[in-house]
């Protein structure tokens, strides 16, 4: 839903307003392969075949699990 009476300024930037750069669109660019491992909600930011333990995270909130907890969700109460 779009309000006429909120300001341009305010509105949040749509990611997809930008065209792709050339470089994104090279064929020939290295792909990043991801591991597949997923704890709750996290799925695990290291490359591939990475050895010890899973991770997702930045500076502020990291999470960290082994190959037991992969797979699992954690319970609401």
Do not use: I, K, Y
């Not at 990611?15 to 709750?40: E, G, N, Y």
């Not at 075949?49 to 969700?73: F, I, K, Q, V, Y």
């Amino acid at each position: 839903m779009h309000d006429d009476a909120t300001s341009e300024a305010t509105e949040p930037t749509s990611t997809h307003d930008t065209a792709p750069t050339a470089a994104a669109l090279d064929p020939q660019a290295p792909v990043r392969d991801l591991c597949m491992s997923v704890f709750d909600r996290w799925r695990c930011g290291r490359e591939d075949g990475h050895a010890g333990p899973h991770s997702t995270g930045d500076e502020a909130l990291t999470a960290s699990w082994n190959d037991t907890a992969a797979g699992r969700r954690l319970r609401w109460r």
